[in-house]
């Protein structure tokens, strides 16, 4: 079994601290030398560890004033995912998977929340989407469009700023892997998402757009 590197122990430590609000945003974290007791390892691996969340932006360092938990909110976090998960290279793949629990809950809150302009916002998108079939760029576009005007109907920010970070990456990604895959598929699998959803029907939509998903997933996998 491989051995947990001690800064990983210290950087794992203080993660804990802060996910079980021991340490709140805002509060100044235990002291360097503390921190070397507390664990038994070397003030360079609370250093490295410290350092590492400091630059993830979870943690801030006041001059002469010690370390503190930085005041983000869970938005915030996930700004800071976006090029971290892009330098790490996720590949489509991943992200599909990912998507399907976020897109399949999401359909569920636009039906029982949203507003009725959305429902024509939708349908709308729908439409161009499938005038725009022979255009690929705008196709993409108005295919993510389709799931970003979903997510915000559930009027939750933070389901709808997780969307948001995956399309990111999508686009600075994925762009190449979408477009190995034909539209045709794509206009009927969102026409029949959006009929559930015209008929206020959960369950079928979420069958739907798990099957949207799913297909999508397996297409990309025979193209490689």
Request: include cysteine.
């Amino acid at each position: 079994m491989k051995r947990e590197r001690t800064s990983d122990k210290v950087f794992n430590h203080i993660k804990e601290r802060i996910i079980d609000k021991t340490w709140q945003p805002g509060d100044k974290i235990t002291p360097e030398l503390h921190l070397v007791e507390e664990l038994g390892v070397s003030r360079m691996s609370v250093r490295e560890a410290i350092e590492k969340l400091v630059a993830l932006n979870v943690l801030v360092k006041k001059r002469g004033g010690g370390t503190f938990v930085n005041e983000m909110s869970p938005t915030d976090y996930m700004d800071e995912l976006i090029p971290m998960l892009m330098l790490g290279g996720v590949d489509y793949k991943q992200v599909l998977e990912f998507r399907s629990a976020i897109d399949v809950l999401a359909v569920k809150l636009f039906i029982e929340r949203a507003e009725a302009e959305l429902f024509k916002d939708l349908r709308e998108c729908y439409e161009e989407m499938v005038a725009s079939r022979d255009e690929e760029e705008k196709f993409f576009e108005l295919d993510m469009s389709f799931h970003k005007i979903i997510c915000k109907g559930a009027e939750n920010p933070l389901l709808h700023k997780v969307i948001g970070m995956i399309f990111s990456i999508m686009k600075g990604q994925s762009r190449d892997e979408y477009h190995k895959l034909t539209p045709d598929e794509r206009i009927e699998e969102h026409g029949k998402i959006l009929s559930a959803v015209e008929d206020r029907d959960i369950e079928l939509a979420q069958l739907y757009m798990k099957r949207h998903l799913e297909r999508s997933i397996k297409d990309l996998e025979k193209l490689k």
